[in-house]
């Protein structure tokens, strides 16, 4: 059988590195495209030269023609521009935006049956805008932001409780920005929940809250540290476990970025909620029960993404 085709459009940070990570993990055949002529060029070929040593069985291309990411069973999409120190990602709207009509009509046109995972900011706001712009079914576009967000909140939790993050699960909902919503009662160690955790003393709620604000705030931390651009690493990872629960149809549960049409009191918009990824894309979406304050925090940061799309379509009035 035919390895599968991914399809990463955008060759920077992030981009280098999904291809790093699908060829160590063999997922596929890698086609990088940028606009830039010759990073795509040259990082495939590095890449590709890592081979013998990392011992895979994949091959790697750089383009700048969308032709060929013809018949891609993935398409990856981080083109456009990262932030900066004292940016925050609905900075990026005005730019990203061109930036997804471009990358949305050259999918639709060359591979319309592809599962399109975007990571490019601000990103409820732009994986809604790449799907009006590709007219792919909505089930097979969808945004990464939710693993990653999780993985920095497991990442605190393990360190403060001293355990393997292998046991730490948990839950991060909402909009990828400011408003994006932990949610304690359902993030356990080993199916413990958070709040049982604190009343059993492994730790205070005064210490519980400052880690949910540095999950909030995880994207603006490496961006200080760094300084001439976002995270990279993390969100790559991310974005490849999407990729691997649909091309080996896992049925993994995972928040992603979704469009959301009946559950959770929504009516047909992207964001951040609880899905089933497997062969059919985003298979469900798990109306999960919210308290009351869980449920207000989810709203404000529904209404933040609302604000970005219309913004969206106040900038290009095709998005209607
Ligand atoms: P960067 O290293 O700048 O790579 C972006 C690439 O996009 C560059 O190589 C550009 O040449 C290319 N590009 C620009 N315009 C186009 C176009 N029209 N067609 C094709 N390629 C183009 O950025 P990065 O890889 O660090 O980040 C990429 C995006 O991901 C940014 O928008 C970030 O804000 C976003 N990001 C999102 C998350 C989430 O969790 C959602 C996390 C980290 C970064």
Redesign the pocket.
């Known amino acids: 059988m035919a390895r599968p085709k991914i399809a990463l ?9 999904l291809a790093h990570l699908v060829a160590l993990k063999e997922l596929g055949d890698v086609v990088l ?4 002529e010759g ?2 060029q040259g990082k495939a070929l590095d890449l590709a030269e890592s081979g013998p040593v990392e011992k895979f069985d994949v091959k790697l291309r750089g383009t700048n023609d969308y032709a060929d990411i013809a018949g891609a069973d993935v398409c990856i999409v ?6 900066k120190p004292g940016m925050s ?1 609905d900075d ?1 709207l005005g ?2 935006l ?2 997804m009509k ?2 949305g009509e ?1 999918i639709r046109d060359n591979a319309p049956d592809a599962f399109v995972i ?6 409820d706001a ?1 994986v809604w805008a790449l799907r009006e712009f590709s007219g792919l079914p909505h089930e097979k576009v969808v ?3 939710g693993v ?2 999780s993985a920095r909140f497991r990442h605190f939790l393990a360190e403060e409780f001293d355990v393997s993050m292998r046991d730490v699960t948990a839950f991060v909902l909402g909009g ?1 920005g400011d408003t994006m919503v932990p949610l304690a009662r359902y993030s356990t160690v080993g199916g413990i929940p958070l709040p049982d955790l604190v009343e059993m003393g492994w730790t205070s709620q005064e210490k519980l809250d400052a880690i949910i604000q540095r999950t909030r705030d995880g ?1 603006a931390e ?1 961006v200080g540290l760094l300084k001439t ?4 690493y ?2 790559a990872s ?1 974005a490849i476990e999407m990729a691997e629960a649909y091309l080996k149809d896992q049925k993994r549960l995972l928040p992603c ?1 979704a469009y959301v049409d009946g559950a959770l009191g929504l009516n047909g918009m992207y964001v951040g909620v609880p899905t089933v990824i497997g062969a059919g894309g985003i298979e469900r979406i798990v109306d999960i029960r919210m308290t009351r304050d869980e449920q207000a925090m989810f709203d404000k940061s529904v209404d933040a993404v609302k604000g970005l799309v219309e913004a969206c379509k106040a900038i290009d009035p095709s998005l209607t």
């Open positions: 459009i955008g060759a920077g940070q992030i981009g280098g590195t495209f940028d606009i830039s990073t795509p981080t083109a456009g521009v990262p932030r990602r990026l730019i990203n061109k930036v471009a990358v050259g975007c990571i490019t900011n601000p990103l732009m945004g990464m932001a990653l967000d990828h994207g490496i651009g976002s995270a990279f993390a969100p991310s970025a």
